[in-house]
């Protein structure tokens, strides 16, 4: 069993202007998990939304070849598409474009890229984390720049892991918990704590709706924790 408290995020930081170059970025550490997040803004949009007025927010993910222990093929190597890479991407998106007002940020599209340095469990949440952050950033940016009036970013997005290892409860699991969980969530809310997504896996008996009950309460006390950490990096009060 972790010596790690239960209930207690590992180490959480956010590193500003991580890349120079784009309009926001951030590097991301949950425990030894470091995701550099970055957002780039461009005035396009997909085909189907061409002529409409709205944007779109859309995101990459991927791991570095020597993010974790063995190394990683990249993609041109294998010759085919990363399932794994394309869910967590898809995940990511979902998770902001639920938290944007599409209207107000006109004909444009982020791309939120999300590069894993360091994987020890909890990347797809760090990447959400991460994302939100360097996403808000730029869009501050626009706004002070005089391109739109407000920040389309209504509020704050977070996820965070939690699970059943050897029937306890634990809060972000890091890959030596994870590997071991008999209950694996990924959860994220909103910053007013509203669900967005759960992906919740029984890696081997079924549990109930109670224990789903108290991983989601688990989840929420973790995610009102990363949004203080979000909310310090940005310079936002509350």
């Not at 409409?52 to 598409?81: N, V």
């Not at 998770?95 to 909890?122: F, K, P, Q, S």
Request: proline residues 3%; charged residues 25%; glycine residues 10%.
């Amino acid at each position: 069993m972790s010596e790690r408290l239960a209930c207690g995020l590992r180490p959480v930081e956010f590193n500003l202007d991580f890349i120079p170059h784009a309009e926001g970025s951030c590097l991301v550490t949950m425990g030894r998990t470091r995701v550099v997040c970055t957002a780039t803004v461009e005035t396009r949009v997909p085909n189907f939304l061409a002529g409409q007025g709205r944007g779109w927010i859309t995101a990459e993910y991927g791991m570095l070849p020597r993010s974790t222990g063995t190394r990683q093929e990249r993609e041109r190597t294998r010759g085919k598409p990363n399932s794994r890479a394309l869910e967590i991407s898809r995940l990511i998106g979902r998770a902001l474009r639920a938290v944007i007002d599409l209207e107000a940020l006109g004909e444009r599209t982020v791309m939120l890229d999300c590069d894993v340095i360091e994987a020890d469990g909890g990347t797809r949440c760090a990447s959400i984390n991460g994302a939100a952050v360097a996403l808000h950033q730029a869009l501050a940016r626009l706004v002070a720049a005089g391109y739109l009036t407000v920040n389309p970013l209504r509020q704050l997005v977070a996820a965070v892991s939690v699970g059943l290892v050897e029937g306890a409860q634990f809060l972000d699991l890091d890959y030596s918990l994870d590997s071991r969980a008999g209950v694996d969530l990924n959860v994220v809310l909103s910053a007013d704590c509203r669900l967005i997504e759960v992906q919740g896996t029984a890696e081997r008996e079924p549990f109930s709706r109670a224990e789903l009950d108290s991983l989601l309460d688990l989840a929420t006390v973790g995610i009102r924790e990363i949004n203080r950490f979000q909310n310090g990096a940005l310079g936002i009060a509350g």
